[in-house]
């Protein structure tokens, strides 16, 4: 069976919302059309440094106008980071964010079941793994404010062990770090991580979770997407 771009976007749409990386506000789940004037200012605001980021509206092919549009019907208010790296590709782009989506807004109804502090703690693990500095400063106040530790947190960026941990976050943590250091898990830690996910689609869902995250942080480290002014680098 041939599967082409159009018809994995119906698949991808029918399971997912949009994609997001940065901390711009979320817009609610059944939301209007964006506006020209929106799309307009969004797209101004995008900023590339290796990868050549269009940021005129008049100036996009009609595919880009889509994914935009896309991107600012769903839950994200903005267009930023890995969505502004893929504008150049947005066949590729609409795809991902709609699949990013899933996993970013996790705890949604109709989006991924882990719980969203958890979904975090994955997710800097990632960041960590690629020393993505964008995704670390997009992630990692929401994990704080979540409920991970400031100190565990740290502990993530500066490469170490964190020395205490809840129980559910320790499952995870043990879970992520596994997985991205040796590819592969123990039957031990699968079983951890899915008692405190609630079984096989909770584990899936946070490896879809890290899998996408992945994909954010090659995109920014690829373009070398800048921080915003004043912004402080965690990893350099």
Same mark, same amino acid.
């Given at each position: 069976?041939?599967? @082409? !771009?159009?018809?994995?976007?119906?698949?991808?749409?029918?399971?997912? *919302?949009?994609?997001?990386? @940065?901390?711009?506000?979320?817009?609610? #789940?059944?939301?209007?059309?964006?506006?020209?004037? $929106? /799309?307009? #200012?969004?797209? %101004?605001?995008?900023? =590339? &440094?290796?990868? $050549?980021?269009? &940021?005129?509206?008049?100036?996009?092919?009609?595919? #880009?106008?889509?994914?935009?549009? %896309?991107? /600012?019907?769903?839950?994200?208010?903005?267009?930023? =980071?890995?969505l502004g790296v893929m504008m150049v590709s947005p066949e590729l782009g609409d795809l991902a964010q709609k699949a990013v989506a899933y996993s970013r807004f996790a705890g949604r109804e109709g989006f991924s079941t882990v719980p969203p502090k958890l979904n975090e703690r994955a997710i800097l693990v990632v960041a960590k793994h690629w020393s993505a500095e964008y995704v670390w400063n997009a992630h990692h106040n929401a994990a704080v404010r979540l409920g991970i530790s400031p100190d565990v947190v740290e502990a993530?960026? &500066? *490469?170490?062990?964190?020395?205490?941990?809840?129980?559910?976050?320790?499952?995870?943590? &043990?879970?992520?770090?596994e997985f991205m250091r040796d590819r592969e898990v123990s039957?031990?830690?699968? $079983?951890?991580?899915?008692?405190? /996910?609630?079984?096989?689609?909770?584990?899936?869902? !946070?490896?879809?979770?890290?899998?996408?995250y992945q994909l954010s942080s090659m995109m920014v480290s690829l373009d070398q997407t800048p921080l915003?002014?004043?912004t402080k680098p965690y990893f350099r």
């Open positions: 069976m041939r599967f @082409t !771009l159009a018809s994995l976007a119906v698949v991808f749409a029918a399971i997912t *919302g949009t994609f997001a990386v @940065t901390r711009t506000p979320a817009r609610a #789940q059944d939301t209007a059309a964006p506006t020209i004037e $929106q /799309l307009r #200012q969004s797209v %101004s605001r995008l900023r =590339g &440094n290796r990868i $050549q980021t269009p &940021n005129n509206w008049d100036t996009l092919t009609p595919q #880009q106008r889509k994914y935009a549009e %896309s991107i /600012l019907s769903g839950p994200r208010s903005d267009i930023s =980071g890995p993530i960026r &500066n *490469g170490k062990h964190p020395a205490a941990m809840e129980r559910d976050v320790e499952a995870v943590y &043990n879970f992520a770090a039957d031990a830690t699968l $079983q951890a991580a899915k008692n405190v /996910l609630g079984g096989d689609r909770g584990v899936v869902d !946070l490896v879809g979770t890290m899998a996408l915003a002014a004043g």
